[in-house]
T-cell receptor
Framework: ETGVTQSPTHLIKTRGQQVTLRCSSQSGHNTVSWYQQALGQGPQFIFQYYREEENGRGNFPPRFSGLQFPNYSSELNVNALELDDSALYLC???????????FGQGTRLTVV | AQSVTQPDIHITVSEGASLELRCNYSYGATPYLFWYVQSPGQGLQLLLKYFSGDTLVQGIKGFEAEFKRSQSSFNLRKPSVHWSDAAEYFCAVGLSGGYQKVTFGTGTKLQVIP
């Protein structure tokens, strides 16, 4: 059984660019959640995907969007990057209805 | 809206000493409560969770937490800290009905001195 894997582990982008982060959910999990963790802060919920549809969203603007694929893997897309988007982006997967999610190691995004 | 407060940003304890990390939550109904640990550069690992039943919850690595509804608290404890426990600890509250839109506290960074 493989855990949650995220790619890439680190990347640097320029303000105004677009970025795509990827997450492979743990085997058997059909729900993926994305979180943004700024330096020195706790993770903040961005959105959750279940069966390829957005299933809840936090306080993030529309330039944060996502996808979930039939194999339950997921992408987080961020358009028009801003300096404040620099953070660790965490993906978590679970089986819908279960009360525990498993986190990946995260992608460290730096916007310059 | 649900919220979580971790009043201690940093805590330093000696190896072998006891530990208590504080967490207060705000939520209209009985919440789902979690404690996670994060080592530098790592993702989050679940230590323990509470949904209902016995208010004293046992977790991994010798940690336990106690749910006190009257105080809206869910403090994490460990009787004897090991150097490997140095990490950041996050308390979190979730909606009922499964893992949905979990709200995290700002974290407590634990330093362990010899």
């Amino acid at each position: 059984e493989t855990g949650v894997t995220q790619s890439p582990t680190h990347l640097i982008k320029t303000r105004g660019q677009q970025v795509t982060l990827r997450c492979s959910s743990q085997s058997g999990h059909n729900t993926v959640s994305w979180y943004q963790q700024a330096l020195g802060q706790g993770p903040q919920f961005i959105f959750q995907y279940y069966r390829e549809e957005e299933n809840g969203r936090g306080n993030f603007p529309p330039r944060f969007s996502g996808l979930q694929f039939p194999n339950y893997s997921s992408e987080l897309n961020v358009n028009a990057l801003e300096l404040d988007d620099s953070a660790l982006y965490l993906c978590a997967s679970n089986t819908r209805g279960e009360t525990e999610a498993f986190f990946g190691q995260g992608t460290r995004l730096t916007v310059v | 809206a649900q919220s979580v407060t971790q009043p201690d940003i940093h805590i330093t304890v000696s190896e072998g000493a006891s530990l208590e990390l504080r967490c207060n939550y705000s939520y209209g109904a009985t919440p789902y409560l979690f404690w996670y640990v994060q080592s530098p550069g790592q993702g989050l690992q679940l230590l323990l969770k509470y949904f209902s039943g016995d208010t004293l919850v046992q977790g991994i690595k010798g940690f336990e937490a106690e749910f006190k509804r009257s105080q809206s608290s869910f403090n994490l404890r460990k009787p004897s800290v090991h150097w490997s426990d140095a990490a950041e600890y996050f308390c979190a509250v979730g909606l009922s009905g499964g893992y949905q839109k979990v709200t995290f506290g700002t974290g407590t960074k634990l330093q362990v001195i010899p």
